[in-house]
């Protein structure tokens, strides 16, 4: 089993161009960014076209409302899996170039530079832990004994499971959120578009119960 199964797809989803986010909050053109993300996708996994396809029928008209509520519920909503995941990498395409490495980031999962919430993490060669946000790629330092989502700071109730060398999943047992994370002593340098498939296996493995500590 190649564990790393998404790493190609979401190596081509970065790959698109960046789109302007203008001068407010709003996105422009985002049925068209997200029809261009659902091609790619559709292409990289043809097992998944026909939900792909879908999508697509009612992208044009729904777009706006599906994106209001993957904002609404901070990226972890009940929408489709797939929907979120194409919204997520349409958004990422207008904060393209617009992460930053910030000195003094929060102790929570909110990042301070784009409002949505980080999806993975790393640990660097002196063994310090950083954040890094789903949307932006905007990163900073956090404790490695704390659960960014709910405060945690107990040892016994954070816990982690190997998968790949160099690749762990952080499990707080007090609010159950995840935090997929590359640990650079082990797996070199950082290599976000291979973490990122490594949190979706991962993930998966934690969530269908296939996983010990
Ligand atoms: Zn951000
Ligand atoms: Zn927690």
């Not at 904060?95 to 993975?120: F, H, M, R, Y």
Request: overall charge negative; charged content about 30%.
């Amino acid at each position: 089993m190649n564990h790393f199964e998404l790493e190609s797809l979401l190596r081509r989803l970065e790959e698109l161009p960046a789109v302007n986010r203008g001068d407010g909050s709003e996105y422009p053109d985002f049925s068209e960014s997200l029809l261009e993300v659902l091609e790619v996708i559709a292409r990289e996994q043809p097992e998944w076209a026909a939900r792909v396809q879908l999508i697509k029928d009612g992208a044009s008209k729904s777009a706006n409302t599906w994106l209001d509520g993957y904002l609404d519920a901070d990226g972890n909503g009940e929408q489709d899996e797939l929907l979120d995941f194409a919204i997520k990498h349409t958004l990422r395409r207008y904060w393209k170039s617009q992460g930053q490495k910030l000195q003094d980031g929060p102790e929570t999962a909110e990042c301070p530079n784009c409002g949505a919430q980080i999806d993975v993490a790393y640990i660097d060669q002196d063994g310090f832990r950083h954040a890094v946000c789903a949307i932006c790629d905007s990163e900073w330092g956090i404790p490695r004994i704390l659960c960014p989502w709910c405060g945690e700071k107990d040892a016994k109730n954070l816990v982690y499971y190997p998968y790949e060398q160099g690749y762990r999943l952080y499990h707080c047992k007090s609010c159950g959120r995840a935090l997929p994370t590359a640990d650079l002593r082990e797996a070199g340098k950082l290599d976000l578009p291979k973490l990122r498939a490594a949190a979706i296996e991962m993930t998966f493995l934690l969530e269908s119960g296939a996983v010990e500590e």
